[in-house]
T-cell receptor
Framework: GNSVTQMEGPVTLSEEAFLTINCTYT??????LFWYVQYPGEGLQLLLK?????DKGSNKGFEATYRKETTSFHLEKGSVQVSDSAVYFC???????????FGKGTSLLVTP | EPEVTQTPSHQVTQMGQEVILRCVPI?????FYWYRQILGQKVEFLVS????????KSEIFDDQFSVERPDGSNFTLKIRSTKLEDSAMYFC???????????FGSGTRLTVV
C-alpha cells in the first residue's frame, strides 16, 4: 500500500539557517505529493504540491521537487524565519482514492 | 478567507459514551472528510462523504463510527461507544472538487478517560 516516511523531529534551527526535511514515499503508479504545515492552534494548510515527476512545488520560499527515481519529495528553504516554526507534514494522494496518506509530521522550531 | 470550523476544540468523554464532533465546511464545497491523528502517530484518513453518502472509508472507520450532514451546513462524526484508543486529534476537511486542495479545520482533540 501507499506510505510516506518523514524524518523524525523535532528540528531546531537558528534564524536564517538552511532547512531540509526529508520525505520518501512508497506508492503504486504516479501519486501526487504534498507538503502541509500546521501552525500552533491552527488547521493543516497546504504549503506546496507536485503532481508529476520532476515537478517543483514552491511557496513562501519553500521548495520541493518530485523525484521519482529516489521516491522522494524533500522540503527545503534557504533561510528560515522564526515564523516558520510549525509542524510539517508530507503527504501523497493516488488518483484512484483521493484520500491523503500522511507522514508523521516533523516539528520545526526556529530560534532568533 | 473561508474557513472550516470545528467544535469543540477539546472534548473529554468517559469510555463507553457517545460523542459527536462537529464541523462546518466551507459553504460551496461538495466533498467532506474526516481524518484523525493519534498523538505521536500519522494523520490517518477515516472517511470521505459526497452527495449525502460515504464515498470511501478506511479500515479504522468501523461500525462504531458514523457521519452525517444533518442540514446544509454541518458535517458530523459520531463515535457510538468511545474507547481509550479513540483519543486523538480529529480533523475535518472539505473541498469543492477532488482536483482542488483540501481546506482543513483546526481540529478537535478528543480525550477518552
Amino acid at each position: 500500500g501507499n506510505s510516506v516516511t518523514q524524518m523524525e523531529g523535532p528540528v531546531t534551527l537558528s534564524e536564517e539557517a538552511f532547512l531540509t526535511i526529508n520525505c520518501t514515499y512508497t506508492a503504486t503508479g504516479y501519486p501526487s505529493l504534498f507538503w502541509y504545515v500546521q501552525y500552533p492552534g491552527e488547521g493543516l494548510q497546504l504549503l506546496l504540491k507536485a503532481t508529476k515527476a520532476d515537478d517543483k512545488g514552491s511557496n513562501k520560499g519553500f521548495e520541493a521537487t518530485y523525484r521519482k527515481e529516489t521516491t522522494s519529495f524533500h522540503l527545503e528553504k534557504g533561510s528560515v524565519q522564526v515564523s516558520d516554526s510549525a509542524v510539517y507534514f508530507c503527504a501523497l494522494s493516488d488518483h484512484s482514492g483521493y484520500a491523503l496518506n500522511f507522514g508523521k509530521g516533523t516539528s520545526l522550531l526556529v530560534t532568533p | 478567507e473561508p474557513e472550516v470550523t470545528q467544535t469543540p476544540s477539546h472534548q473529554v468523554t468517559q469510555m463507553g459514551q457517545e460523542v459527536i464532533l462537529r464541523c462546518v465546511p466551507i459553504s460551496n464545497h461538495l466533498y467532506f472528510y474526516w481524518y484523525r491523528q493519534i498523538l505521536g502517530q500519522k494523520v490517518e484518513f477515516l472517511v470521505s462523504f459526497y452527495n449525502n453518502e460515504i464515498s470511501e472509508k478506511s479500515e479504522i472507520f468501523d461500525d462504531q463510527f458514523s457521519v452525517e450532514r444533518p442540514d446544509g451546513s454541518n458535517f458530523t462524526l459520531k463515535i457510538r461507544s468511545t474507547k481509550l484508543e479513540d483519543s486523538a486529534m480529529y480533523f475535518c476537511a472539505s473541498r469543492i472538487d477532488p482536483n482542488y486542495g483540501y481546506t482543513f479545520g483546526s481540529g478537535t482533540r478528543l480525550t477518552v478517560v
